[in-house]
């Protein structure tokens, strides 16, 4: 009898581990903007540029964050969103445009507000990396139109000399 009230036991405390493992495992992983995250294709830009893809809407919170880091002398091509979209640039410098306006020169700790269906880019400085966080709605990206290498180095060259 007792050995039987043993195996019970045994098997009951072995069939919760499972349950017992997961509960201790915290739903959401803390992500961190310090990584870079990973390579991004070059579908809308050229050079190089890291995503890190820190939070994902859900029902619960209908906006995305993600950190783009964009080496230097990148470009991205001219998109808009369904949302407005804010940008918080955490290191290096870059340019930002939208269209009809002039592009400026963005750098570690600028703000910016763009409103939704306003189309834009963003991108690094021909010398220097940047780092961003992006926060913006669930709905995808919508990719207007090229830019090209010859419009970013006027962009370029027009904000360095100032």
Same mark, same amino acid.
């Given at each position: 009898?007792?050995?039987? @009230?043993?195996?019970?036991?045994?098997?009951?405390?072995?069939? @919760? @581990?499972?349950?017992?493992?997961?509960?201790?495992?915290?739903?959401?992983?803390?992500?961190?903007?310090?990584?870079?995250?990973?390579?991004?294709?070059?579908?809308?830009?050229?050079?190089?540029?890291?995503?890190?893809?820190?939070?994902?809407?859900?029902?619960?919170?209908?906006?995305?964050?993600?950190?783009?880091?964009?080496?230097?002398?990148?470009?991205?091509?001219?998109?808009?969103?369904?949302?407005?979209?804010?940008?918080?640039?955490?290191?290096? $410098?870059?340019?930002?445009?939208?269209?009809?306006?002039?592009?400026?020169?963005?750098?570690?700790?600028?703000?910016?507000?763009? %409103? $939704?269906?306003?189309?834009?880019?963003?991108? !690094? !400085?021909?010398?220097?990396?940047? !780092?961003?966080?992006?926060?913006?709605?669930?709905?995808?990206?919508?990719?207007? %139109?090229? @830019?090209?290498?010859?419009?970013?180095? $006027?962009?370029?060259?027009?904000?360095? %000399? $100032?």
């Amino acid at each position: 009898m007792k050995s039987n @009230l043993m195996k019970y036991l045994c098997l009951f405390f072995i069939s @919760l @581990l499972p349950v017992l493992s997961s509960a201790q495992q915290p739903e959401n992983k803390v992500k961190s903007y310090l990584d870079k995250g990973v390579k991004a294709p070059n579908t809308h830009h050229i050079g190089d540029a890291w995503l890190n893809f820190l939070v994902q809407a859900d029902k619960e919170f209908n906006q995305n964050i993600t950190q783009a880091t964009f080496s230097a002398n990148s470009t991205l091509d001219w998109h808009k969103h369904n949302t407005t979209q804010v940008i918080i640039v955490t290191d290096g $410098k870059g340019y930002y445009q939208e269209k009809g306006q002039e592009p400026i020169l963005i750098k570690k700790g600028d703000v910016i507000k763009c %409103e $939704k269906d306003t189309e834009h880019w963003h991108t !690094s !400085s021909k010398t220097s990396d940047v !780092s961003y966080l992006a926060i913006y709605g669930a709905q995808p990206t919508i990719w207007t %139109e090229k @830019l090209t290498q010859e419009y970013y180095d $006027k962009v370029s060259k027009q904000l360095e %000399e $100032k």
